[in-house]
C-alpha cells in the first residue's frame, strides 16, 4: 500500500475509534444494481465503499462508491485475464503493516473497521485490488514496450539514496518434483493416484540431495532443481507456502495442468545487496500507481470496451 494512503487513512482511524458508534452503517438486504461485463456489482458492496469513502473523510456519497466499485471490478476482471493474482498471504502482510503503522493490532484494526460498516473483508479487497492493479499496469507497460515503469536510472538512484537502509530478503534454494499426468490421461482417478505418489514421496522427503535418488524408478516424474530465488520473486501460487517453509521442507501436494507437484527447499539465507533493494523498489513502484495518470488511463480504456449495466 502507498504511504499517502497509510498516512491519510491514520486520522481517520483513530478517529473512528472513539466515535465508532455514530459511524456504524445500517445493514441493508443486498441487491444487484450493476452488471459489469456480466459480474454483479451489488448494493452491499456500494454500502462498504461509501462507508470507506466516509472514513477518509471523502465526500461523493453513494454515487462516488458506485463508480470506484465499478473500476475496481473491471481493474481485477482485466487480471484475471492476463493471468495476474495477489496471494492472499500478501494482501493479509499488508494490512498488518498497516495497523501497526496506526499503532493497533489486526483485531483492533478489524473492529474498527466493522464498527465503520466498512469491515475488514471489503478493506482488504480494496488493498488486493490496489496491489493487482499495479502489477497489471506494469505487465501493459511492458507489453507495450513502455517499460518496466521504472528506468534504470531511477532505480540506481533510489538505491543510492537507500545505500544506509539496505533492504534484506530471503534467498531459497528450490527444487520442483512432478509426477507428471499427460493431458490425454487426465482423469479423476488418475490424478488421485498421482497425487497419491507424490505425496508419497512428500513425506519420504530429507534434502534436496537424496529425491533424485527417492525418485528413481518411478514413472513420469520429473525433478528439477531451481536454483535461487529471492522471496519477493517467489511464484505467487506457491508463495504462501514456501514463506512459512524452512530447509529440508517442501510444500503440500498440489495438482497442476502439469499433474502432482511440490516444491521443496533445499537451503535459505538472508541477503542484502543490490537485487533486493531493486526487487523492492519495483514493488513499491507497482503499489504506488493508484491514482496515477497511468491508473487512469488504464480505468477509462476499461470502462469504454465493457457492458455496464444499471440493474
Not at 504511504?3 to 491514520?10: I, N, V
Request: charged letters at 25%.
Amino acid at each position: 500500500m502507498k504511504r499517502s494512503l497509510l498516512h491519510g487513512l491514520a486520522a481517520a482511524f483513530l478517529l473512528s475509534a472513539a466515535m465508532a458508534p455514530a459511524l456504524v452503517a445500517p445493514v441493508l438486504a443486498a441487491e444487484v444494481v450493476y452488471s459489469v461485463n456480466g459480474e454483479a456489482l451489488t448494493s452491499y458492496d456500494v454500502q462498504r465503499r461509501a462507508a470507506f469513502l466516509k472514513l477518509q473523510g471523502k465526500g461523493g456519497g453513494t454515487a462516488a462508491a458506485t463508480e470506484e466499485m465499478i473500476n475496481q471490478l473491471l481493474v481485477m476482471q482485466e487480471a484475471e485475464k492476463m493471468g495476474v493474482r495477489t496471494a492472499q498471504g500478501e494482501v493479509d502482510a499488508a494490512f498488518e503493516r498497516f495497523a501497526k503503522s496506526n499503532n493497533m493490532s489486526t483485531r483492533q484494526m478489524t473492529q474498527i473497521l466493522n464498527q465503520a460498516g466498512v469491515t475488514a473483508t471489503h478493506f482488504k479487497e480494496f488493498v488486493r485490488a490496489q496491489m493487482t492493479g499495479g502489477q497489471v499496469i506494469q505487465l501493459m507497460q511492458r507489453q507495450s514496450g513502455g517499460g518496466p515503469g521504472l528506468s534504470r536510472q531511477e532505480i540506481v538512484k533510489k538505491m543510492l539514496e537507500r545505500r544506509d537502509n539496505q533492504p534484506t530478503a530471503t534467498e531459497y534454494v528450490l527444487q520442483q518434483v512432478i509426477f507428471v499426468v499427460p493431458p490425454k490421461d487426465r482423469s479423476n482417478a488418475k490424478i488421485a493416484a498421482r497425487t497419491r505418489e507424490a505425496e508419497g514421496l512428500r513425506a519420504r522427503f530429507q534434502s534436496c540431495e537424496t529425491t533424485r535418488s527417492f525418485a528413481k524408478g518411478l514413472i513420469d516424474v520429473t525433478v528439477m532443481d531451481l536454483g535461487r530465488v529471492l522471496a519477493p520473486e517467489l511464484p505467487g501460487d506457491w508463495k504462501d507456502a514456501i514463506a512459512k517453509l524452512g530447509p529440508g521442507q517442501a510444500t503440500p501436494v498440489r495438482t497442476t495442468g502439469r499433474g502432482a507437484e511440490f516444491i521443496a527447499v533445499c537451503r535459505t539465507r538472508e541477503v542484502s545487496d543490490d537485487r533486493v533493494a531493486e526487487l523492492q523498489i519495483r514493488a513499491e513502484a507497482v503499489q504506488e500507481v493508484e491514482g496515477t495518470d497511468a491508473g487512469r488511463d488504464m480505468v477509462e480504456r476499461l470502462r469504454k470496451k465493457a457492458v455496464i449495466i444499471k440493474r
